[in-house]
């Protein structure tokens, strides 16, 4: 089983509209990543979220890490074709030495 | 910042053969981490290579299957021996830069390579 789960799995919209993504756990982080893969390269660091709570902005998107430093949302207002790609969320427990991944979301925006 | 050379970028194998993928980092880095990753889904790692000493495994993953090379601080070899369709993946290198005490870190990661067995 995975330690981060990611919801939905797969989603596709059409540009402009609204979208968000989730990445649950059960266990604790000290930090937190969303990364975004595009076909044929690696992820590509998006954000870092380390304090419970905290809301960063990105343009149009908006990423929330959870109180408890469990869980985090993407949010992604008047989504683009360029959003189109492979989220990662990906979270740091303390004393470990590797990131562990989110199950991932495949993102498509439809012209 | 890390920018990562992996090579080759994609090979298609016999089964029963081994392919050895290189990756270069343009910095010196302690950890290097080499992961497998399905089209479209999620990554899973393989093992952790320090240089200096033996990688480190995860469940699931073993040296005779997947050994890898460290020889110095910006280079590591992953091979995956004996190979079946089951190996076809995409298998990816990646570094971490972490800043003390805020546990922000960035991973970096080479551009995959595509390997499929037939």
């Known amino acids: 089983t995975q330690l981060l789960e990611q919801s939905p799995q797969f989603l596709s919209i059409q540009e402009g509209e609204n979208l968000t993504v989730y990445c649950n756990s059960s266990?604790?982080?000290?930090?937190l990543q969303w990364y975004r893969q595009e076909p044929g390269e690696g992820p590509v660091l998006l954000v870092t979220?380390?304090?419970?709570?905290e809301v960063k902005k990105l343009k149009r998107l908006t990423f929330q890490f959870g109180d408890a430093r469990k869980d985090s949302s993407l949010h992604i207002t008047a989504a683009q074709t360029g959003d189109t790609g492979l989220y990662l969320c990906?979270?740091?427990?303390?004393?470990?030495?590797?990131?562990?991944f989110g199950t991932g979301t495949r993102l498509t925006v439809i012209p | 910042s890390a920018v990562i050379s992996q090579k080759p970028s994609r090979d298609i194998c016999q089964r029963g053969t081994s392919l050895t993928i290189q990756c270069q980092v343009d910095?010196?880095?302690?950890?290097m981490f080499w992961y497998r990753q399905q089209p479209g889904q999620s990554l899973t790692l393989i093992a952790t290579?320090?240089?200096?000493?033996?990688?480190?495994?995860e469940s699931g993953f073993v040296i005779d299957k997947f050994p890898i090379s460290r020889p110095n601080l910006t280079f590591s070899t992953l091979t995956v021996s004996n190979m079946s369709p089951e190996d076809s993946s995409i298998y990816l290198c990646?570094?971490?830069?972490?800043?003390?005490?805020?546990?922000?870190?960035?991973?970096?990661f080479g551009q995959g390579t595509r390997l499929t067995v037939v």
């Open positions: 990646s570094v971490e830069d972490r800043w003390y005490p805020r546990s922000d870190t960035e991973a970096f």
């Open positions: 979220v380390v304090t419970g709570g």
């Open positions: 990906a979270g740091l427990k303390t004393g470990a030495n590797n990131l562990f």
């Open positions: 910095s010196q880095v302690t950890m």
């Open positions: 266990s604790v982080f000290s930090s």
């Open positions: 290579a320090n240089q200096g000493s033996e990688a480190t495994y």
